[in-house]
């Protein structure tokens, strides 16, 4: 089973930084008519949440709680997804998710797949964030 690869998340205080990295497959990229990455999150007895998303032109949304903290990017050239993480306060704390939604047609949205994690179709395994206060 195909899985996308986080690393970056751990343990940090109220108002550090941290950046998230996730490993995707090149045919991810290469292989559809077009795509949208995104990092979800879940904290334990929550939903899960979409945090930011991108799509293949580059456009990105972001959840509410997060603009203006966090960034998402993508390389394409090194199949790497990011997520730039500023300003971290306590309620960031959760597992942070990696996914990938592909299109046989059509382009993605980023706005639309943020608020749709039932479309994606491609998951990482989580890497934890804890933010102390």
């Known amino acids: 089973q195909v899985r996308l690869v986080e690393s970056g998340g751990g343990a940090v205080q109220a108002g550090g930084s941290l950046i998230l990295s996730c490993e995707v497959p090149?045919?991810?990229?290469?292989?559809?008519?077009?795509?949208?990455m995104g990092w979800f999150r879940q904290a334990p007895g929550k939903e899960r949440e979409g945090v930011a998303t991108?799509?293949?032109?580059?456009?990105?949304s972001y959840t509410h709680s997060v603009q203006g903290r966090f960034a998402i990017s993508q390389d394409n050239a090194k199949n790497a997804l990011y997520l730039q993480m500023n300003s971290l306060k306590p309620e960031d704390s959760a597992m942070y998710y990696c996914?990938?939604?592909?299109?046989?047609?059509?382009?993605?949205?980023?706005?639309?797949?943020?608020?749709?994690?039932?479309?994606?179709?491609?998951w990482g395994q989580g890497t934890q964030v804890t933010v102390s206060s």
């Open positions: 991108i799509a293949d032109d580059d456009s990105s």
């Open positions: 996914a990938a939604y592909t299109r046989e047609e059509g382009p993605c949205y980023s706005d639309y797949a943020l608020e749709r994690a039932e479309l994606f179709n491609y």
């Open positions: 090149g045919y991810i990229y290469r292989g559809y008519s077009s795509y949208c």
